[in-house]
């Protein structure tokens, strides 16, 4: 971070510890579908609050992901959005959280269930067309959303529970994909050694996030992968996830984790797309890139959003019309990018 970003930053955490203090009741929440960063920071954050007397818990618009359940130390903490235990917990918060995004549609079915409510908003995405209002903690320049939970924490002095440090180092390597990506930055890195340094394993977590998968997640891939699909002249390429193939082995959003990895990964590709039917006229679709094309401006255009390098939409229309209109538009941002030239 520049001296600068990290005087915000720290104007920032000082703002939202003061909101967080004196609470009796605080509810987190993230995105649809919660990957590690969003699993890990809330699951730290609440640790913490809990240390403090604070009664805290999870109420997010999709279920908790099972293959992020490890991080619970408790599943109670976790309530389902569309239960009236939900319910009865919003009415009766002082506050929420959202965290790893700042976007009204990115949280479902929990934003009227929060909506009015004294809110914080902690992430590291770039602020969109339809914000959530509230107090923030929110840096581009961060690796991760776990990154901003691991500064407020160490702000406060603690107390780190052994939740909190194994949040953090998920959320952090999530992110980061194991520190292999564009947005690890020397802070992520200092974080994760300290991790490690208390206690943290880093094998045990590589091989439940990354090291461990079903037979599921592996037939998915091979239908998906033959679908696979190149634009070279425009340094792109897509795979679709075949509805079928997905209904009839049973997957879960969880089973395509990095799925849209394997397109951007052909030597000569700049951007991959993965494409995957989600209702009859709806399609979510996917964006990576190598770091050369700006993705979230395509991903925008169609009322998504996400990072430079990784971003995504929920797009209605047929497959082929989504199809077309996508890769068009990436066509459209390559060339701007001057580099074909």
Not at 140 to 154: F, K, N, P, Q, R
Not at 251 to 271: C, K, M, N, W
Not at 288 to 305: D, E, H, P, Q, Y
């Amino acid at each position: 971070m520049t001296t600068k970003n990290n005087e915000l930053r720290s104007e920032s955490v000082e703002q939202v510890l003061n909101e967080l203090q004196g609470k009796d009741l605080v509810v987190l929440t993230t995105h649809k579908n919660a990957d590690g960063d969003g699993c890990g920071s809330q699951v730290a954050l609440a640790s913490w609050l809990r240390s403090q007397g604070t009664e805290t818990f999870i109420v997010n618009p999709t279920p908790f992901p099972e293959n992020f359940k490890f991080l619970l130390p408790d599943e109670s903490w976790v309530a389902e959005a569309d239960s009236p235990g939900a319910r009865e917990l919003c009415d009766g918060a002082d506050l929420v959280v959202v965290l790893d995004t700042g976007e009204n549609p990115r949280i479902g079915k929990v934003e009227p269930l929060v909506r009015g409510l004294p809110t914080v908003v902690i992430d590291h995405h770039p602020i969109g067309q339809n914000p959530i209002r509230g107090l923030s903690l929110r840096d581009t320049t961060a690796s991760s959303t776990g990154e901003l939970v691991y500064d407020l924490i160490e702000k406060a002095g603690g107390p780190w529970s052994k939740t909190s440090d194994l949040g953090v180092y998920v959320a952090v390597v999530s992110d980061t994909g194991f520190f292999k990506f564009g947005n690890t930055n020397p802070h992520s890195l200092r974080i994760a050694a300290e991790l490690v340094d208390r206690g943290v394993d880093p094998g045990k977590v590589y091989r439940r996030l990354f090291g461990s998968y079903s037979k599921t997640r592996l037939q998915l891939l091979q239908s998906s992968l033959a679908s696979l699909d190149l634009d070279e002249a425009y340094k792109t390429a897509w795979m679709v996830v075949s509805e079928k193939a997905y209904d009839t082995l049973g997957a879960t959003p969880e089973s395509l984790e990095g799925f849209v990895d394997y397109p951007r990964f052909i030597i000569g590709i700049e951007v991959g797309i993965l494409f995957r039917k989600v209702s009859r006229n709806a399609i979510k679709v996917s964006l990576r890139s190598n770091g050369l094309i700006n993705v979230n401006t395509v991903a925008r255009k169609f009322g998504g959003g996400g990072h430079n390098a990784a971003s995504g939409a929920l797009i209605k229309g047929s497959m082929e019309e989504v199809k077309q209109s996508v890769i068009e538009a990436v066509r459209e941002v390559v060339e701007v990018s001057g580099i074909l030239k």
